[in-house]
């Protein structure tokens, strides 16, 4: 999330071309049955989708003491289920216990409840990942690790996102394919569980051209889980990733990987824009602490997306017809994987950030 691999020009200006979503529709809480604007055999639709109380989650205990309007705002953030990040910074030894601990609460125990969850654990990664490979001690970690976590999901229904920024797999010194080989073995692990679905993170439509992101996936180890996952910590429109992500299907059947579904990430596109766009204009701010919304009429700014759903064909969301019938027929949901609320989407909580998505979303 540092750094941005280098972009075609091509695919820069086809994007920067790319108009943004029309964007209407009211807030929602969590999908929960399947209709004729989702693929029938979604593994996302028909149920709840957890929504995790705890301090776990950052956007949380802000919530729970805030009052009057700032309550009425955080409640568009923290009453969603939302794909808590799961890292190196949980030990070895808790991580079990930890995801234990996550699962028992947002699920209040229902054992039919889906759990959103993403897994960012490779190390090293981001800029580091160009510069050196993972050490032995770090491999046999990574796999202590993700044994511990596959063991404490056991058959919860699970929403996974794998490895967020997965392109950085591309940057790795010589060459090298250690890093998209711990994580397929991670992708492995994982689609062995029976109600877990994976979804490998392939970056976003302004970051890789389709044939690099069939590679990178099938490096990744597409052929073994559900899919991919789009846009989690970029900004850009939900109409271009659905496109993109047709595409990007498209390639793998080609490659023999035919069925492939992908999600796409919403949580703070509400007024999209690319990464070419932003390198334009960062109006002094790095790329993941990008500006927010000033009002809801704002454009090229972050706000929170589409809510979190399996009905991802639904006119209420404003998206063009050809993208709706694509996404029917491709997408699992908009998910809420990105955290536009935390000090560059990693850490602490931003009060001032997190109110003013929540103000100027214009999904009300």
Request: net charge neutral; charged share 20%; aromatic share 8%.
């Amino acid at each position: 999330m540092l750094c941005r691999l280098v972009l075609s020009l091509a695919l820069l200006a086809a994007l920067a071309a790319v108009a943004p979503d029309q964007e209407v529709g009211t807030t929602t809480a969590a999908p929960t049955s399947t209709t004729s604007t989702t693929s029938a055999d979604n593994p996302l639709a028909g149920r709840a989708w957890g929504v995790y109380r705890g301090a776990a989650e950052l956007v949380w205990e802000p919530y729970e003491r805030a009052t009057g309007q700032r309550k009425t705002l955080l409640a568009k953030i923290a009453l969603q289920p939302k794909s808590k990040w799961f890292g190196d910074w949980i030990s070895d030894d808790t991580i079990a216990d930890k995801v234990r601990d996550y699962v028992a609460t947002a699920t209040g125990g229902d054992p039919e409840v889906l759990v959103p969850m993403t897994v960012f654990r490779v190390m090293p990664w981001e800029q580091e990942a160009c510069t050196r490979l993972p050490t032995r001690a770090e491999k046999a970690s990574y796999r202590r690790w993700i044994n511990r976590f596959a063991s404490a999901l056991g058959e919860t229904h699970t929403l996974m996102v794998l490895q967020p920024d997965g392109p950085f797999a591309r940057c790795a010194p010589r060459g090298s394919k250690v890093p998209s080989q711990l994580v397929a073995w991670a992708a492995r692990t994982f689609a062995a569980l029976p109600n877990t679905h994976v979804y490998l993170d392939a970056g976003a439509a302004d970051w890789l051209h389709v044939d690099d992101a069939v590679q990178l996936l099938v490096d990744l180890g597409v052929e073994h889980v559900r899919g991919f996952a789009l846009n989690t910590t970029h900004y850009d429109a939900t109409s271009s990733q659905v496109s993109y992500g047709a595409e990007v299907v498209a390639g793998l059947a080609a490659r023999g990987l035919p069925g492939k579904h992908f999600v796409v990430d919403t949580t703070q596109n509400g007024r999209p824009f690319t990464h070419a766009q932003w390198a334009a204009d960062p109006r002094g701010r790095p790329f993941d602490d990008a500006a927010t919304c000033r009002t809801p009429a704002g454009l090229r700014c972050v706000t929170l997306g589409i809510p979190p759903t399996a009905d991802v064909g639904s006119p209420a969301w404003g998206l063009p017809a050809r993208v709706r019938a694509l996404a029917a027929e491709h997408v699992d949901g908009f998910v809420w994987t990105g955290r536009p609320w935390l000090h560059q989407q990693s850490h602490p909580f931003d009060l001032a950030r997190a109110l003013a998505v929540a103000r100027t979303t214009p999904y009300q």
